[in-house]
């Protein structure tokens, strides 16, 4: 390029030179009309910064003069997009009017004689159109003409603004996310490094170990008493590894403020944590407190367990078949009787294989009537023993229903009632059959129906049915029957309607003993839910 003639001239130039628009236009632009002069007049700096800059890839700059003059190379050109060409020799401060008002002191710093050093500036430009954020990293190199006095700036600049803004979205979401993982239900910390330092913990992991501080610790540091248990020796094989590792139901023994020690059960992950080469730094931990359901899950087998010694301990066959008569349970009664060991099977599988031929039909008729209509089923018949004999027993059986109302389940009995029947014929059509046998029971009896819905929110029950030990110990008077004990028995005492009242929400039976001031006495209670 030759600056002395203003006109383009031959020279040897490589192919990214001839190639370069800028350079075509300040060799071909009319430099007399602006207040730097024809292109021979510039001084020695501006001639050879020009073109330094024209033969770099990193956009670049030159404001000269007072009127702080513009000229720039190609890659700068695109940081200008629309504004260019028509930017080339006008005043710098008027190109970028827009952010005049950010630029102009770092301009008068620049032809003050001091350098400026900005690593990263934003501003609002207008470049396209429409106002858009952008960021730059650049410095001001103030440059002196062939007197020694500032005659403007140099600026090689960087736009760093799709780093930054991708940085402030990064950050935007890794807000977010922790926002979301502090609200979680679940617990969840991050540690970083080989030595598990805590960089966060959420409300739930708070809640459940104690807040300790955690932040800036090491695991081992926060939680000195799990030196013996196992959860060291995971992460650092997490860590080391770089597998994940996830438990469920594992016990974990926490320190007490009282010296005491609190005994938790876990479902966790250990998920490693790798940067962009692959390398392990840290380890997402997430997990849930499971403790009261594994409690309750021992309880329903230690509630399990004693019904079925409790069913195993009465001379009666007790039974359970769920809604479409499939059997789930037998006793060890039926298998004493039949001499049929349990095993799968259906309603109408032992009503064709042990009843007799007689009163099949009408029990398994009787059965679909009670499944139709929700209610109480029982039926009289004969039942064929280990040696051929047939039996008269009394069947009933009670449907138990989910929350939402649908029958679920069938508990029922078969009762041993053919020497009472042969005995009093007279009464075979009359419920007495059922009605000796348990009136015949020593231990008091009732079964009682729970009001869920009384007013006030107050649970109520009545004793529906109730055999005669139940109204000698309890000293109640049979006409209690049907009534609702809260106005029956206004002072018995809140207690029972609890108890009573959560065995029919739950579903879990309750052994207790309670005493009662209003009846003058004390209990051996066991309740449980039958419909």
């Not at 002196?144 to 799709?162: I, M, Q, S």
């Not at 019904?307 to 006793?331: C, H, K, S, Y």
């Not at 039909?361 to 499944?371: N, Q």
């Not at 009732?446 to 009001?451: D, M, R, S, T, Y």
């Amino acid at each position: 390029m030759d600056l002395g003639a203003g006109k383009p001239e031959p020279r040897p130039q490589d192919a990214s030179s001839s190639a370069s628009e800028m350079r075509t236009l300040i060799s071909s632009h009319d430099w007399a009309s602006t207040p730097i002069g024809l292109a021979r007049t510039w001084p020695q700096p501006l001639r050879t910064l020009t073109d330094v800059m024209l033969g770099s890839n990193q956009p670049m700059f030159i404001a000269w003069g007072p009127e702080r003059t513009l000229l720039y190379n190609d890659a700068y050109a695109e940081i200008l997009a629309a504004k260019h060409p028509e930017a080339l020799a006008r005043d710098f401060l008027q190109v970028w009017a827009e952010v005049r008002s950010d630029l102009e002191p770092i301009v008068v710093e620049a032809y003050s004689g001091r350098a400026v050093q900005m690593d990263d500036i934003k501003l609002i430009m207008e470049r396209r159109g429409y106002p858009e954020e952008t960021h730059f990293s650049f410095s001001y190199t103030p440059v002196k003409d062939e007197a020694g006095e500032v005659a403007g700036f140099f600026c090689p600049c960087v736009e760093t603004t799709e780093h930054v803004l991708g940085e402030q979205r990064r950050e935007a979401d890794a807000v977010r996310q922790r926002q979301l993982f502090e609200q979680a239900p679940g617990f969840i910390t991050i540690l970083n490094g080989p030595d598990h330092v805590f960089e966060f913990a959420n409300a739930a992991y708070r809640r459940l170990f104690g807040d300790r501080q955690y932040v800036g610790k090491s695991v081992r540091d926060a939680f000195p008493e799990l030196q013996d248990q196992q959860f060291f020796k995971l992460l650092d094989q997490v860590y080391s590894s770089g597998q994940r590792y996830g438990a469920d139901r594992t016990v974990i023994r926490l320190q007490r403020e009282d010296g005491g020690e609190d005994e938790r059960f876990l479902n966790f992950i250990y998920e490693p944590v790798t940067n962009d080469a692959g390398r392990v730094t840290g380890i997402f931990v997430e997990g849930y407190d499971v403790t009261e359901a594994h409690r309750a899950e021992a309880a329903l087998r230690e509630s399990e367990s004693r019904f079925r010694l409790m069913a195993d301990a009465v001379p009666q066959i007790v039974w359970i078949t769920d809604d479409e008569g499939r059997v789930e349970f037998f006793n060890k009664q039926w298998t004493s009787y039949t001499g049929t060991p349990y095993e799968p099977t259906t309603a109408d599988e032992v009503s064709a294989n042990h009843v007799h031929p007689d009163d099949s039909v009408a029990t398994m008729a009787a059965f679909e009537v009670a499944r139709r209509n929700g209610t109480t089923f029982t039926v009289e018949h004969r039942i064929r023993s280990a040696s051929g004999e047939y039996r008269w027993f009394l069947v009933r059986a009670e449907p138990y229903r989910d929350q939402t109302g649908t029958i679920v389940r069938w508990f029922g009995a078969s009762v041993d009632i053919h020497d009472r029947r042969e005995v009093e014929l007279a009464l075979r059509h009359s419920e007495t059959r059922y009605r000796t046998l348990f009136d015949s029971i020593e231990s008091g009896f009732c079964v009682v129906e729970v009001n869920l819905h009384a007013a006030g929110d107050q649970v109520d029950y009545r004793v529906v049915e109730a055999n005669p030990a139940f109204f000698r110990q309890t000293g109640f008077p049979e006409d209690i029957l049907n009534q609702w004990l809260r106005d029956a028995a206004p002072n018995l005492e809140e207690h029972w309607f609890d108890t009573y009242g959560r065995v029919a929400r739950t579903g879990v039976a309750e052994r207790f003993e309670q005493g009662s001031g209003h009846l003058d006495r004390w209990f051996d209670v066991f309740a449980f839910a039958a419909g």
